[in-house]
């Protein structure tokens, strides 16, 4: 586990642990919606999986890249973006972001054909 995927050379998994302030956890989840919809779609190929969960006003990802490059271009795309916008201020504390190199004999997930 690393706080960034610094020198990673494959497949990487990254989680995010978020809590949202009172009153902006629907509209949180709305915009992280989005971003799940634009991630596990063919507008980014290097997205092997974005999964996301909800508790109250904790909410959970669970991320998987072919590469750095594929983690990099999900954080360009205007939808990304628009999320950050929106939600900069909802956060009740840092998000804890955690980075994984994956095994390299680990099978590639086949979520995105299940979805």
């Known amino acids: 586990m690393a706080t960034s995927p610094a020198g990673f050379k494959g497949p990487l998994i990254v989680t995010a642990d978020i809590e949202i302030k009172e009153g902006h956890a ?9 971003v799940r919809e634009c991630a596990n779609s063919d507008k980014e190929p290097g997205c092997i999986e974005f999964r996301t969960s909800r508790h109250g006003n904790k909410f959970f990802a669970f991320e998987q890249y072919e590469d750095v490059a594929s983690l990099k271009a999900h954080g ?3 939808v990304f973006k628009a999320f950050v ?3 900069k201020d909802f956060h009740a504390r840092p ?3 955690l980075f994984y190199e994956e095994l390299s004999d680990a099978p590639k997930s086949s979520y995105k054909a299940r979805i």
């Open 76 to 78: 360009e795309t205007d």
């Open 85 to 87: 916008s929106v939600v």
């Open 26 to 34: 629907d509209t949180f989840e709305q915009e992280f919606r989005k």
């Open 95 to 97: 998000p804890v972001v």
